[in-house]
């Protein structure tokens, strides 16, 4: 694998959760090596993002102000209107015809603020997959956002394999049938979808779930991925006590709970990992809350600092290494294929099943 996955720029990517994009505070956030500032307008609440460098003297936009909808330039007060056109300049009343910034298209849905960094035309709302969980009623979510010194693609990498939790994450959420058992993996090229299942019949029920559920005897445990590339990530696990019928079966005894993740590369080898827990079991409960937060927090940092070691492992490589895939990296390769192909053939949207 190269130490670096090029970035499909035609496509869309979370920039942010919609509780962070506001009017009281700018957001700056680096998407695909491009500077952005987001905020929304004051009437209608819409996001914007534009590029977070005044045309002038490069002054980053996020650390200025708004005035209205429009935002002014902390350092000499060039100020722009949403659309990225400036309509002030200090000391004189003409506004040079090329003040301006870029404006990227933004969509807010399910919770989340994407931004699309390519060609504005191309930009289809209805291309954006979907994680309906994030803000329907009945569902509680906890969620966060880490940083990683990495290159996107190791992200990818660990989410699609997850036998790694028996290592990294035991004592949390892995347990040794996480690893000892076989996946099945199905591909559609063709919208860009990564599936991968792991059934487990009778596995031990970890930290992560016995303390949420206060299941205490063994489980049947199922984790269905769906990799939508390039950014959105989905984990549907099912729990339920051995002998009774899960949750994914019709059975009254199971439990759901969405795990969900955009995976949004910022730079090269750098890669924010937005993540997010879900369920529609024991919502009243605070410290279920809590606990969740916390604990998948921490599981969240193992692989922030796995995946940092491994990025610094492999920028001292030696050229031309071989690396060993087996089969629990069939999903991870065939997403590898999905985003080369993304950006071979011009970055042309996935067509994604609704």
Known sequence: MPHMTAFARNQWYVAAYDHEVGREGLLGRTVLGEPLVLYRTGREGTPVALHDRCVHRRYPLSASRLDGDRLVCGYHGFTYDP???????????????????AAYPVVERDSLVWVWIGDPARADPETIPRARHLDSPGWVTVRGMEPIDADY????????????????????????????????????EGAGIVRVSRHMDDAACPPFY?????????????????????????LHSRIAPVGARPAADGGPDGFRTEITYAITPSAAGKVYDFWLVSRDWATDDAEVTEFLRDSNH????????????LQRALGGERTGYQELSINIDTGGLAARRILARLVEEGDKPVERVR
């Open 210 to 234: 016995a303390r949420s559920t206060g299941i205490e005897g063994r489980i049947t445990r199922r984790q269905d991925i769906e990799y939508h590339a390039p950014c959105l990530y989905l």
């Open 298 to 309: 921490t599981v969240v940092r193992q692989d922030v600092d796995a995946l940092n070691l």
């Open 83 to 101: 659309t990225g056109t400036c309509v002030y300049v200090p000391g004189q009343k003409r506004v040079p015809r090329t003040a301006r910034v």
């Open 153 to 188: 693609g190791l992200l990818v990498d660990n989410l699609l394999d997850l036998s790694h939790e028996t290592y990294l994450h035991g004592g949390h959420i892995g347990t040794p049938e996480v690893a000892e058992t076989p996946i099945t993996t199905e591909v559609d």
